[in-house]
């Protein structure tokens, strides 16, 4: 079955929402329908996966300032991008609009819910998001990438269906074996941080990285993502450690590097904890300590839990710790396979799919459906 109009995904110009966006517009594209996209002008740094003609950029703001002048200029972009947001759907007539959380999906789902269109959400964090708590009660339903999910209580359960993250291809391609680690062969090492937290990735793992003996030192081969601003610095501090290094700000072929590592160090954002899953690595994960509702502890307890995961909070995050830590994984082979089997048994690789049956659905059960 297909969508006779097309659908419309909300998603702002973040890795975090566009990747999941992405892959749902994927399957559902692979099953006939027309995709298109409302965000924000961010989206050119994240993804070319859609057409310019199918792709809306909708004005919107986050409330980050309680400065009265700061407050009326984000008022005025959001009233903005719902105008704008209500002129995109009645020309674009779409089957559903579904938003997968943050600032940017409240015009586009707020229009399509005053115009009668049905709405649909997908919350990928263990915690319901604010953007997505203020528009959950008018929604049509709520897809999870998460059993469970903050927030999700009494009326609001029972839209919610547990659909887990969509994926994008590429993750599912990667999908792979864990590498076969030799006791005394190349470790793998693979640091990422997401925008908004590679900085302690790069104050901190360098430093332990220096603190291991050398002969673990020197089994190391590093992958680390850092910002364009400290690239040069972390090269420069593993060059003097006498460790091999790649550090950019940004890899294409992020997924591919998860495959390859024994260990991942990394934040605990949604996208990032399901494709350690999906793909079955180990990691330690630092949740971002200042995050909305504390959702990365939320996230990072789903892999931790099921002992795939070391979780530290950031101000314990110390050099010491680290290196302690890795020198751990480093001499304990079986504790990682372990650790790898146990993030495998909690990855869910058709989450694109189960979604767009959800959304598939919902439009089925407005009449949006021809087959």
Request: include cysteine; proline fraction near 6%; charged fraction near 20%.
């Amino acid at each position: 079955m297909t969508a006779k109009a097309p659908i419309l995904l909300a998603a702002g110009g973040t890795g975090g929402h566009l990747f999941p966006a992405e892959a749902l517009a994927s399957v559902l594209t692979a099953r006939g329908c027309d995709v298109m996209l409302a965000t924000d002008e961010r989206v050119l740094q994240h993804s070319t996966h859609f057409a310019p003609s199918h792709v809306f950029m909708i004005p919107s703001a986050t409330f980050k300032s309680r400065h009265p002048l700061a407050l009326l200029a984000t008022a005025f972009r959001l009233v903005s991008g719902f105008v704008t947001a209500i002129k995109v759907i009645r020309r674009v007539k779409p089957a559903a609009v579904v938003g997968f959380g943050g600032y940017p999906t409240v015009p586009p789902l707020l229009a399509a819910w005053l115009l009668g269109v049905p709405t649909l959400l997908h919350e990928q964090n263990g915690v319901l998001g604010r953007a997505n708590r203020f528009l959950a009660a008018r929604v049509n339903a709520i897809g999870t990438g998460l059993e469970r999910v903050k927030g999700l209580e009494g009326a609001l359960a029972g839209k919610a269906r547990f659909v887990g993250n969509p994926l994008r291809p590429a993750v599912v391609q990667a999908i792979s074996p864990y590498p076969v680690l030799a006791e005394q062969g190349v470790f793998e090492l693979l640091v990422t941080g997401g925008s908004q937290g590679a900085r302690v990735m790069s104050d901190c793992v360098p430093e332990a990285i220096a603190l291991l003996p050398d002969p673990l030192r020197q089994r190391l081969h590093i992958v680390q993502q850092a910002r364009a601003e400290d690239v040069e610095r972390v090269r420069t501090r593993y060059a003097a450690s006498g460790v091999q290094a790649e550090v950019a700000a940004f890899f294409t072929d992020l997924p591919e590097r998860i495959a390859k590592a024994h260990l991942v160090i990394g934040r605990a954002g949604a996208s990032t904890v399901a494709e350690l899953a999906a793909i079955g690595r180990p990691s330690i994960l630092v949740p971002l300590p200042h995050s909305l509702d504390n959702d990365q502890a939320a996230n990072a307890a789903f892999l931790s839990e099921a002992g795939a995961a070391d979780v530290i909070n950031q101000a314990a995050f110390t050099p010491q710790w680290l290196s302690q830590r890795l020198q751990h994984h480093m001499t304990d082979i079986k504790s990682l396979t372990d650790s790898a089997q146990s993030a495998k048994k909690r990855g869910i690789t058709d989450g694109a799919e189960r979604f767009a049956d959800l959304v598939l659905e919902i439009v089925g059960t407005e009449g949006g459906l021809s087959q």
